[in-house]
């Protein structure tokens, strides 16, 4: 039985419109690259011309280095301009984009072609950010006519049971960093019982380099409701929480202007798409504590508490959010989940490799020609991103290290570009994949700095519960140090080392435990960097 | 003065139902509303939600975003992350802070601007990035770090 509202769908949101169409991203990178005034000045001169033109404030299409990507949309196909920073948009309106004039435009200095045919966009296996950036993402619906709900659709017709099996099936794994499979996770939370359970969504994407939860959230943040809705339906729970850094103002905007906008349309609240069913969300906002990206970090803090780690177990999925079970998963977890449902779990676990099955949006960033987001089967090699995909660095220098995994991810030179993306051969190597970014150095980096770097940081983000994660980042700090100061004796690299141990089978949670990859990677693959002067030589 | 921050607390908190899980929601609102969250809102915060006053400050203590003390008129956080050092950021913070007379963390001295640092901003492939008064502003040059600081009226 089809439910009244799923029999409404307009689809065809890729057939031609009559009206050309301008397409301004208002997501967060882009308005940082001047998109507003773009859009503003695009606006301006078509009032005053009387152009006929709909503007349209999209997501990013994740192209970032062609921030702001303006896009003119004529017969169903839309072309590309980019970078159009604030001083650029004059020509480009003289060049009569108001009047579509696509001869003129082809020669264009920033004319970028069919967008769909970028070559960094072509190459994708796009998924979860298949819809990301085509439309506003606040029109429930275009995220209908393309394809969204179609998800939630299918779950209403399964057995909670059923959809959990799905999700296992599908071989998903939690994107947040530490790869658990997501639907061993579902069916514990499944299988115990309580009056009340939470659905809980990790969006303290805290880790640099990475921004694939952030432009989620903004450029197509039903997805992610929808796919909570399925969580919830799959568990039974009623009640989900999204936890969004603070950082991120424009994201926490978007999500609760999409849930408002989800609950008028019936789609969440008491009657889920007139189910029955209820389940219903809200916003939360952290408060700049990298810690509360680890998940029982993240639920003190939503508890209003200080965000310390707990012992496990319990693990969440018994004792979670106020002590009753709760699903804890990344954003592009969930995000991946309508996708699952909607195309079956074997569509999904047809792309990657090994035991990372499905596709990882992979983020690049730091200093790379062409960074921006690019989500793909896992298999991929890091060379082949960093070099041909990223185009090198943005400097134009030889690539010295990359740091996949955000801030606890371990530093990789050149001779590691062979490594495939996948779960498991990055462990092989001493790193891992984390949130899949991947930034770039160039050769003037000083990873002894680096390491330094890595310590401070988990002094600082420290919730102090454990010892070796509170003492021994601040001591290696020290340590690194006197190393920096020249004092590279055996003694001082044996003692970080030792400390990295300690820290990594003593933490309670990965901060502590995470803290030793940069640290180790910086000292076994550039160990001339550790190699100092002394600062005061010995008086002759 | 400050009868009327405890007042201001006690009703956010009141909008918020007195929920103690709201903690982090009110004193975010707390702080938009003046500023920082000063030292005599936490009594009348743990009276209202029914916490003690240590965990109270805990919570104010443990959150980088919560301010102690005032701001300058305009606050100007800089990302010192991985992927913005990876681009140079620390030179744009040593400008900032020549420019400021301050390090970063502090106030100029005709409290003017605050300068901080912020571990970051998910702006990491158009590096380096900053935020002025909740803008948000990407590939960061010297030039444009001075306009941003002129704006901010040094």
């Given at each position: 039985m089809t439910l009244p509202f799923f029999s409404k769908v307009k689809r065809g949101e890729n057939e031609p419109h009559g009206k050309m169409r301008i397409f301004v991203p208002k997501d967060a990178a882009a308005v940082a690259c001047g998109a507003d005034a773009v859009a503003a000045a695009i606006a301006r001169s078509a009032a005053q011309t009387g152009a006929p033109v709909e503007i349209v404030r999209n997501g990013s299409r994740g192209l970032l280095w062609l921030e702001p990507l303006v896009e003119l949309e004529m017969g169903g196909i839309r072309y590309g301009f980019g970078p159009i920073e604030a001083d650029a948009v004059a020509s480009l309106l003289n060049t009569g984009l108001l009047r579509g004039d696509l001869k003129a435009l082809?020669?264009?200095?920033?004319w970028l072609g069919v967008v769909n045919k970028i070559d960094y966009f072509a190459r994708q296996t796009r998924?979860?950010?298949?819809?990301?950036?085509?439309?506003?993402?606040?029109s429930l619906e275009s995220y209908r006519a393309l394809g969204g709900y179609k998800g939630l659709e299918k779950a209403l017709s399964l057995s909670p049971a059923g959809i959990v099996d799905a999700v296992a099936k599908s071989g998903l794994r939690g994107r947040?960093?530490?790869?658990?499979p997501t639907g061993i996770k579902w069916q514990t939370v499944h299988d115990t019982s309580a009056a009340q359970k939470y659905i809980v969504c990790n969006?303290?994407?805290?880790?640099?380099?990475?921004?694939a939860d952030r432009m989620l959230m903004e450029g197509d943040p039903f997805l992610l409701i929808e796919g909570m809705t399925i969580a919830g339906l799959a568990v039974g729970a009623t009640k989900g929480f999204i936890y969004i850094r603070s950082e991120y103002p424009h994201a926490i905007a978007a999500l609760k202007a999409a849930i408002s906008i989800a609950r008028k349309s019936g789609l969440?609240?008491?009657?889920v798409a007139g189910s029955k069913r209820a389940f219903d969300l809200e916003v939360r906002t952290g408060a700049g504590?990298?810690?509360?990206?680890?998940e029982t970090a993240l639920l003190d803090s939503l508890e209003g508490k200080r965000g310390m780690v707990r012992a496990k177990p319990p693990l969440p999925a018994h004792?979670?959010?106020?002590?009753r079970p709760t699903v804890i998963n990344n954003v592009l977890s969930l995000a991946a989940v309508p996708f699952i449902l909607a195309e079956g779990a074997k569509t999904y676990l047809d792309y990657g490799m090994g035991r990372s099955r499905g596709t990882m949006p992979i983020q690049l960033a730091g200093n790379?020609?062409?960074?921006g987001l690019f989500e793909t089967a896992?298999?991929?090699?890091l060379g082949e991103l960093v070099?041909?995909?990223?185009?090198?660095t943005a400097s134009g220098r030889p690539v010295k290290a990359v740091q996949v995994g955000g801030p606890l991810g371990a530093y990789f030179p050149r001779?590691?570009?062979?490594?495939?993306?996948?779960y498991e051969a990055f462990a092989k190597r001493d790193g891992l994949i984390g949130h899949a970014g991947v930034v770039v150095f160039d050769d003037t980096a000083d990873m002894a700095k680096q390491a330094r770097f890595a310590f401070e940081f988990c002094a600082v983000e420290s919730?102090?519960?454990?010892t070796p994660c509170r003492i021994g980042s601040t001591r290696g700090a020290e340590t690194v140090d006197k190393i920096m100061a020249g004092d590279a004796s055996e003694a001082n690299l044996a003692l970080v080392t030792d400390l990295c141990n300690t820290m990594k089978f003593g933490?309670?949670?990965?901060?502590g435990g995470f803290t030793p990859y940069p640290v180790l990677s910086a000292l076994t693959h550039f160990p001339e960097d550790f190699r100092r002067t002394p600062r005061l030589q010995a008086a002759e | 003065m400050a009868p009327q921050t405890e007042k201001t607390a006690r009703a956010i908190a009141a909008e918020f139902?007195?929920?103690?899980?709201a903690l982090i929601e009110i004193l975010h609102k707390l702080q938009g509303e003046i500023g920082y969250v000063p030292e005599a809102t936490v009594p009348a915060l743990a009276d209202a939600l029914n916490v003690s006053r240590a965990e109270v400050h805990g919570v104010v203590t443990f959150?980088?975003?919560?301010?102690h003390k005032p701001a300058g008129r305009h606050v100007l956080k800089m990302c010192r992350a991985e992927a913005c050092q990876a681009m140079g950021c620390e030179a744009l913070v040593e400008r900032a802070e020549s420019r400021l007379g301050v390090s970063c963390g502090g106030t100029s001295a005709d409290g003017r601007v605050t300068l901080e640092p912020i571990y970051?901003?998910?702006?990491c492939a158009t590096a380096p990035s900053a935020m002025l008064d909740g803008r948000v502003v990407g590939r960061l040059t010297p030039a444009k770090l001075d306009a941003l600081l002129k704006e901010a009226g040094t």
């Open positions: 082809s020669v264009h200095p920033k998924l979860t950010f298949a819809r990301c950036g085509l439309t506003d993402p606040l947040g960093g530490a790869g658990f969006a303290d994407e805290g880790d640099s380099g990475t921004f969440l609240g008491a009657d504590a990298y810690v509360c990206g680890e004792k979670g959010l106020f002590g790379i020609k062409r960074g896992f298999g991929i090699c070099e041909d995909i990223g185009g090198g001779s590691h570009f062979d490594t495939p993306f996948d919730c102090g519960k454990c933490s309670l949670c990965a901060l | 139902g007195n929920r103690p899980d959150y980088h975003a919560f301010r970051c901003l998910g702006l």
